[in-house]
Nanobody, 125 residues
Framework: QVELAQSGGGLAQIGGSLRLSCAASGRAYNYRYTIGWFRQAPGKEREFVSAVWSGSAPTYADSVKGRFTNSRDYVKNMVYLQMDDLKPEDTAVYYC??????????????????WGRGTQVTVSS
């Protein structure tokens, strides 16, 4: 079993910054899990934001590339999503997710087995 506890998020102004955290735990959890970030805006499908796995640089959706930074602390079992230059279209509920050994298809939410509860990010003027 893997558990993901999310924190962070909230309200930011256009051009502002927020940081999301995802703490992974559980007897089954280890460094081989791919951790993905997804988001879902009202009335829209859940979409890929970023993912990171051991031995690879993080990947990003084109919509957040250059603005978001995904980082992982393998000692603390933490994953962080630093979100800079926020835009109104970044408003959504953000989720972290885990899947063992996932690389191909890491941008597909259906491939992840474990999910955090989600955290709201709202960007407004």
């Amino acid at each position: 079993q893997v558990e993901l506890a999310q924190s962070g998020g909230g309200l930011a102004q256009i051009g502002g910054s927020l940081r999301l955290s995802c703490a992974a735990s559980g007897r089954a959890y280890n460094y081989r899990y791919t951790i993905g970030w997804f988001r879902q805006a009202p009335g829209k499908e859940r979409e890929f934001v970023s993912a990171v796995w051991s031995g690879s640089a993080p990947t990003y959706a084109d919509s957040v590339k250059g603005r978001f930074t995904n980082s992982r602390d393998y000692v603390k079992n933490m994953v962080y999503l630093q979100m800079d230059d926020l835009k109104p279209e970044d408003t959504a509920v953000y989720y972290c997710a885990a899947a063992l050994g996932l690389t191909f298809g890491h941008n597909e939410y259906g491939r992840y087995n474990y999910w955090g509860r989600g955290t709201q990010v709202t960007v407004s003027s």
